[in-house]
């Protein structure tokens, strides 16, 4: 058949084509609303900036937030949603409550987008956005992020106990943690450099003040002139585990490499902060990042862009959600 030959070819074609559009829409994209709600980042922009100018502490938050969004379920919005009598949810749980705040940043957005683009922007996509503003806004460098999430229906306070890192992990334990959500160690120790903007409340670290173990009542990697300070702003009382400290003291809302400088004297804030300079190839990648700005600010855009499709919902997964704290028809 003189057709034959040829129509086979087309038909294998065609079928790769189809293949390869579904795989396709399971990713997420560089300008994903470009044709359906255009104005998304901008909108998404606007809101951060006028949270940010208000009180700049919201900028670490917003970062910190699309972090616990993702480690838990996968960057799909279930750290956004309220508990309910039945149910408690994400952001009810220690790790999050009560540090974490901002919550209504995100609202502000989507109620934003909702009028101007019904139903169309995911809260795990806006949640994706905010963070990076929130990276610029305290003098980061630009990153794009990919979009095309979708929000989940389920958010249950346990899972953060089991997925998210708490601050007394050493080098192995990040290590494996990060390895859990497909992260490699460098990707984490980019990933921390987030730690040079923001607050953390004293019982995240008082244990090295006051408490170490049966040799040490100070976690010896901790210099002690800056444990000195700590221990002032931090009394060893229930009310003083309450306080909050910045993260970075000598410039606690800028986007900057001090993290690592800090680390390199031994002034890493956690347990999970200082234990970067427990081997020798860590050490060398803090030292290496503590001396680059370009080179770091690339980097942590490009971990903070792969951090952003862990266990994404896409395509006709979950919802787009018309109110971030409630899964679409719970009443
Ligand atoms: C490597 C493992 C990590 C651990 C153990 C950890 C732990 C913590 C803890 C305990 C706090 C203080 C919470 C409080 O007591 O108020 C904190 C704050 C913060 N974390 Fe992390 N974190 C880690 C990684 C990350 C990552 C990957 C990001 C983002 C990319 C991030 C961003 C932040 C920010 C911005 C703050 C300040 C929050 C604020 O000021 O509201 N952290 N982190
Ligand atoms: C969640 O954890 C708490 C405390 O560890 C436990 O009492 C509860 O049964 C757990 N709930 C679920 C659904 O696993
Ligand atoms: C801090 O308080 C705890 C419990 O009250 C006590 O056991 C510990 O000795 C105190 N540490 C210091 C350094 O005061
Ligand atoms: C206390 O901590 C130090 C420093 O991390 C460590 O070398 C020592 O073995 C610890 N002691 C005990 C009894 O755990």
Redesign the pocket.
């Known amino acids: 058949m003189a057709f034959g030959r040829g129509g086979e070819v087309l038909v294998a074609f065609v079928v790769a084509l189809c293949m390869s559009a579904t795989k396709l829409e399971a990713q997420l994209h560089m300008g994903y609303y470009d044709k359906t709600c255009p104005q998304a980042e901008f909108v998404v922009m606007d809101e951060v900036k006028k949270a940010v100018a208000g009180n700049i ?1 919201f ?3 917003l ?2 937030m ?2 616990h969004d993702c480690f838990v379920r996968g960057c799909d919005g279930s750290i956004l949603i309220d508990s309910t009598p039945n149910n408690m949810a994400e952001k009810d749980a220690p ?1 999050n409550n009560p ?4 919550f209504e940043i995100i609202d502000n957005a989507k109620k934003r987008l909702e009028a101007e683009c019904k139903r169309t922007v995911s809260c795990a996509d806006i949640l994706a956005f905010a ?1 990076r503003d929130a990276v610029v806004l305290t003098g980061g460098f630009f990153y794009k992020v990919l979009a095309g999430r979708r929000d989940g229906k389920v958010s249950i306070a346990n899972e953060t106990l089991t997925n ?6 050493d080098l192995n334990q ?1 290590t494996q ?2 390895a859990q959500k497909g992260l490699s160690q460098d990707e ?1 120790i980019f ?5 040079t ?9 008082s244990n090295r003040l006051d408490n170490f173990n049966s040799t040490f009542s100070q976690d010896p990697s901790l210099d002690p002139a800056y444990a000195g300070q700590l221990k002032q702003e931090c009394p060893n009382t229930s009310s003083g585990a309450n306080q ?1 400290v910045p ?1 970075d003291p000598n410039s606690p809302n800028t986007f900057d490499t001090s993290y690592y400088s800090n680390i390199l004297a031994n002034r890493g804030l ?1 347990t ?1 902060d200082q234990t970067l300079m427990s081997t020798p190839a860590t050490a060398a990648k803090v030292r290496q990042n503590a001396a680059d700005w370009l080179g770091f600010q690339k980097k942590f855009g490009k971990a ?1 862009r792969k ?1 952003g499709k862990i266990g994404v919902l896409t395509g006709s997964e979950g919802e787009i959600r018309c109110n971030c704290r409630v899964v679409n028809g719970f009443y």
């Open positions: 502490g900028a670490a938050a970062v910190r699309h972090f790790p540090s974490m705040v901002g963070a998210l890192p708490p601050p007394s992990f990040l943690s990060f984490m990933l921390s450099g987030a730690h903007i923001g607050r953390s409340h004293c019982s995240s670290f909050v993260m956690f999970s903070m951090m």
